[in-house]
C-alpha cells in the first residue's frame, strides 16, 4: 500500500510563503498524476494544483500566480510552494496521488488512487 504524508504546514501571516512536501513511501515517477486538494472547515475539498506525469501542471483560478506545484522524483515527493497568503488560504491541504496501468495476459486496466493524512495551513494575523 503506498503511503503519502504531508509535511510543512503552519501558522503563517497574511502576504507570508509555506512549501508543503507529500512524501510517498515509493517511486512517483509512474504516477500519472499528482494533486493537491484543500478543504476549509464547512466546506467540500476542492483541486488547488494538478501535475501530470508530462509534468503538465493546472492551477484553480484562486491560486493562480501565487502557488507552485512540483516534484522531485529521486526524493519521491511532490511540493506546493505558496506564497503571498490570504486569510482564505486556511484550510487542511491534502495530497493525492492516481496510477492508472495495464497488467496481465488480459490487459487488465488497474487504477488506484492515494491520499494523504492532510497538513493544517493557517493563515492569521
Known amino acids: 500500500q503506498v503511503q503519502l504524508v504531508e509535511s510543512g504546514g503552519g501558522l503563517v501571516q497574511p502576504g507570508g510563503s509555506l512549501r508543503l512536501s507529500c512524501e510517498a513511501s515509493t517511486e512517483i515517477g509512474n504516477m500519472n498524476v499528482m494533486c493537491w486538494y484543500c478543504q476549509a472547515p464547512g466546506k467540500q475539498r476542492e483541486l488547488v494544483a494538478t501535475?501530470?506525469?508530462?509534468?503538465?501542471?493546472n492551477y484553480a483560478d484562486s491560486v493562480k500566480g501565487r502557488f507552485t506545484i512540483s516534484k522531485d522524483n529521486a526524493k519521491k515527493t511532490m511540493y506546493l510552494q505558496m506564497s503571498s497568503l490570504k486569510p482564505d488560504d486556511t484550510a487542511v491541504y491534502y495530497c493525492?496521488?492516481?496510477?492508472?496501468?495495464?497488467?496481465?495476459?488480459?490487459?487488465?486496466?488497474?487504477?488506484?488512487?492515494?491520499w494523504g493524512q492532510g497538513t493544517q495551513v493557517t493563515v492569521s494575523s
Open positions: 493525492h496521488a492516481r496510477r492508472t496501468y495495464v497488467t496481465g495476459p488480459s490487459a487488465r486496466i488497474e487504477k488506484h488512487e492515494y
Open positions: 501535475l501530470g506525469s508530462s509534468r503538465t501542471t
